[in-house]
């Protein structure tokens, strides 16, 4: 028996592995990851200068307040004399030092984005507040970086790669591979007529893992349709149970206002629902014509207590492969690898909608638009759910869907309400020529 206890222990660590790798990899995001790039471009009698870049390549998946935290350990006794555009969370012991101050001496420094309204110490690509645009929503805004100078050190040393890269982003979830050597960074100068090589060059990749974020489940699904009364509701306990939800610690019903104790705390407070999800997203069929259909999608913020600035939303759906107008988000189709259905990404315009609010007394905060989906004739049908989506994610993390078999049904003996349509057509032309024929 004890034979048998090694093989199992060691095949339980395999299929853990493997299970963590599988959950790293997502389909409808399959290169996404956070790229950190250390580039030396200049050196020092006992160091070296750097931009440290983090760069955000995940389709869908945004940094958001309160930002990125990016750590590390010095493979020597190094110090960071001096940073630019960011800063180092502590100083760390420096009594070594008797006529400079290096800005940090800390084993293994925490460094924090500036704010926005810095106006000291800032570079290119900083002071962001440690927000980070997903990839697919504006590249522009998907990087940041900052300067560092590294010292004491050796001379004529080529400096050492940082060790056990960590990013919280804003909190865990991310994993990252050894700080390694790679191709030297090149831009252009002169207008581009000049090609320039940074000396030296690092880089590591971190993946997101929601296996390793241990997040609770962030919001749900509610279905309804215009050829069936009822509302498929969020499925009760989609963010965990009243009793057990541990990051809920008090709801209010709805029409009710924060009380003054609630206010102050730090803790979300969220509308009483079944479901407990500080966001729902409710998508509704709307209209059926001959060519296309409608549908309308709304989110809703149920949250009292934040705002999600720079929101997104992914929807996995059969019909995004034909002509989509969208009125009031912005959108765009994603690349995917092994889904059949297309993948449909939504955030909001810039000063209109990008902010979705948190809730209040008179209404719960809400962003709304119509979809209009060309049918295409050989596959369109409203039978077995094909009107609803597959998958929808908020922020990068997995909406609780209803199961299939609570989906909006078709009316009794209606396989296709096209078919509907036309008969109710035709009974108005036949009334309308025995009128005519009367007359």
């Known amino acids: ?18 299970n963590g790798l599988a959950d790293c990899y997502d389909p409808m995001d399959p290169n996404g990851n956070i790229t950190i790039t250390f580039d030396i471009y200049m050196w020092k009698d006992d160091g070296y200068m750097a931009r440290v870049t983090i760069q955000n390549y995940q389709l869908y998946r945004h940094v958001d307040k309160p930002g990125w935290q990016l750590g590390w350990t010095w493979a020597r006794d190094e110090v960071i004399w001096s940073i630019s555009g960011a800063y180092a969370t502590q100083m760390g012991n420096c009594s070594s030092f008797k006529d400079n101050i290096p800005h940090s001496c800390q084993k293994s420094p925490i460094i924090h984005d500036l704010p926005d309204s810095s106006r000291e110490d800032r570079s290119e690509y900083c002071c962001r507040d440690g927000v980070l645009s997903a990839w697919a929503v504006d590249p522009s805004k998907s990087l940041s970086s900052f300067d560092i100078q590294v010292g004491n050190l050796e001379h004529n ?23 390694v050597d790679a191709d030297p960074t090149v831009s252009s100068d002169i207008g581009g007529r000049r090609e320039v090589q940074v000396f030296r060059t690092w880089k590591s990749t971190c993946v997101y893992s929601s296996f390793l974020a241990k997040q609770t489940p962030a919001c749900c699904v ?7 009364p009822r509302i498929t509701s969020c499925p009760n306990c989609s963010c965990g149970c009243k009793e057990t939800a541990q990051k809920i610690e008090s709801c209010i019903s709805e029409g009710d206002e924060l009380s003054p104790s609630d206010a102050l705390l730090n803790s979300d407070i969220l509308q009483c629902t079944d479901h407990n ?14 060519k ?4 309308k999608l709304t989110v809703s913020n149920l949250n009292y207590k934040r705002n999600y600035s720079n929101w997104n939303v992914l929807v996995q759906h059969p019909g995004f492969s034909q002509n989509t107008t969208i009125y009031s988000f912005n959108s765009s189709l994603l690349p995917t690898v092994g889904i059949e259905d297309k993948i449909a990404l939504f955030w909001g315009i810039d000063y209109y909608n990008e902010k979705l609010l948190q809730a209040m007394k008179e209404q719960l905060g809400s962003v709304t638009t119509d979809v209009i989906l060309e049918k295409d004739l050989n596959s369109f049908t409203l039978k077995n759910g094909w009107a609803f989506p597959r998958k929808i994610y908020f922020n990068g993390e997995d909406c609780h869907m209803p199961l299939p078999d609570q989906f909006p049904k078709l009316p009794n003996g209606s396989s ?10 035709c009974i108005i032309t036949l009334c309308l020529v025995l009128l005519f024929a009367q007359v």
Request: hydrophobic letters at 40%; proline letters at 9%.
């Open 1 to 18: 028996m004890k034979s048998l206890v090694r093989p199992l222990l060691l095949m339980s660590a395999v299929f853990t592995t493997l």
């Open 157 to 179: 040393t080529r400096g050492y790669p940082p060790l056990n890269l960590s990013l919280m982003a804003p909190g865990p979830g991310y994993s990252c591979s050894p700080v």
């Open 222 to 228: 509610s279905l309804s349709s215009f050829y069936d």
């Open 277 to 290: 999800c500080p966001i729902r997203v409710h998508w509704h069929v709307k209209n059926n014509y001959f």
């Open 292 to 295: 296309y259909w409608r549908v």
């Open 416 to 425: 296709n309400l096209q078919a509907c349509t036309c008969l109710f057509t």
